[in-house]
Nanobody
Framework: QVQLVESGGGLVQAGGSLRLSCVVSGSSFVINNMGWHRQAPGKQRELVAFISRGGQANYVDSVKGRFTISRDNAKNMVYLQMNSLKPEDTGAYYC??????????WGQGTQVTVSS
């Protein structure tokens, strides 16, 4: 069974920074894409960023230049460095991992709140 656990959320003022982390555990497997979704209150969940096993990163337009996704394949971890945070970045952030032969799995989420 694949399990994902996020950490690093919190309350920050606009313009501040946070770093989210996510560790994937379970029996041995190969992880393809990893990334982050977020869901603001009353809104649909949206894809924020994802990164391939080889390190190619993709971002939603609203976070380009502010967020950086990275991963450590040896540790089965993915990170999201969030700088210049805005109130509209507020929401629950969910880590996901696409495991070979098993499909996608998600974590329970970590809350990010950006005050104006």
């Amino acid at each position: 069974q694949v399990q994902l656990v996020e950490s690093g959320g919190g309350l920050v003022q606009a313009g501040g920074s946070l770093r989210l982390s996510c560790v994937v555990s379970g029996s041995s497997f190969v992880i393809n894409n990893m990334g982050w979704h977020r869901q603001a209150p009353g809104k649909q969940r949206e894809l924020v960023a994802f990164i391939s096993r080889g390190g190619q990163a993709n971002y939603v337009d609203s976070v380009k230049g502010r967020f950086t996704i990275s991963r450590d394949n040896a540790k089965n971890m993915v990170y999201l460095q969030m700088n210049s945070l805005k109130p509209e970045d507020t929401g629950a952030y969910y880590c996901f991992a696409i495991v070979a032969s098993r499909g996608p799995s998600w974590g329970q989420g970590t809350q990010v709140t950006v005050s104006s």
